[in-house]
């Protein structure tokens, strides 16, 4: 067993990575529905829809192309196609298209810099592929 | 971190408002034990460091600047106290290697030591790289 550094994550949209993220979760909920039959001895289930989600935050760069369009996509309601999360230094990323769904931008007058999260709802079929994501900066 | 430490200095040295009270007289961590007062104290309190992925990071330290007097009374050591103010608040520190995002007196310091009194403050600087 090997555990994966989180340091070596990332995010990607597009071709590219979003600057200065430090969280990130990617999550993937799966619809079960209870079929259980009078008789039975115990619950059971069938799987349903699978749905995926992602989480992001870090800090507010406008000047990034890829926080730029992300927050752009937001701005606009736009899709965001292909949103990848490294997990860890090339081992793997899981993947899936996108919609926009919420954007909070935090910003305080004490010392922190400005902060953005951003979440996702999926658009289709979560995946997770080997190696480093063809669009790795 | 030795380049914040001297970005600090050259702050001060180049006020005049501080040179007005205590001339060249500004050190780091402690005073020389020949040193005349009044004169100014600065020293790093305490810092630490975020991380974006892969790449990037953050620093986040706190830095004590103080003037001390030979005196048993505040208002001489707080005079030094508001020149440091006025050249430390927002001051474009230049810090070797690093972008600083901000410097800001984030609380008040007051005691008495003996026959001197020292008043300054605590000043949060925020650094990226």
């Known amino acids: ?137 | 971190m030795n380049d914040c430490d001297k970005a600090v200095f050259d702050i001060l040295s180049a006020a005049p408002g501080v040179t007005g009270q205590v001339s060249t007289r500004v050190y780091n961590m402690q005073a020389p034990q020949e040193a005349t007062e009044p004169y100014i104290i600065f020293n790093k309190q305490s810092g630490g460091q975020e991380y974006v992925f892969s790449s990037g990071k953050f620093r986040s330290l706190a830095y004590l600047v103080k003037g001390v007097c030979h005196s048993r009374y505040p208002k001489a050591a707080g005079t030094i106290d508001s020149e440091i103010e006025t050249a430390m608040h927002d001051a474009a520190l230049s810090v070797s290697g690093w972008t600083t995002l901000y410097c800001r007196r984030e609380m008040d310091v007051s005691y008495a030591e003996g026959e001197y009194t020292h008043r300054g403050g605590v000043y949060r600087i925020e650094l990226e790289q």
């Open chain 1, 1 to 137: 067993m090997t555990a994966t550094a989180g340091r070596s994550s990332l995010v990607t949209y597009g071709t590219g990575t979003v600057a200065l993220m430090n969280d990130a979760s990617f999550d993937v909920d799966v619809e079960t529905a209870e079929i259980s039959a009078f008789g039975d001895t115990a619950v059971t289930r069938v799987t349903g829809l699978r749905d995926a989600s992602l989480s992001m935050s870090g800090y507010f760069d406008k000047s990034d192309t890829y926080q730029s369009s992300l927050i752009d996509n937001f701005l606009a309601g736009t899709d965001c196609a292909s949103m990848r999360v490294r997990t860890g230094a090339a081992s793997g990323y899981m993947d899936c298209d996108m919609v926009p769904s919420k954007m909070s931008v935090k910003a305080k007058a004490s010392a922190d810099p400005v902060e953005i999260s951003l979440d996702f709802a999926g658009d289709g079929a979560p995946t997770y592929s080997t190696g480093a994501p063809t669009v790795d900066a």
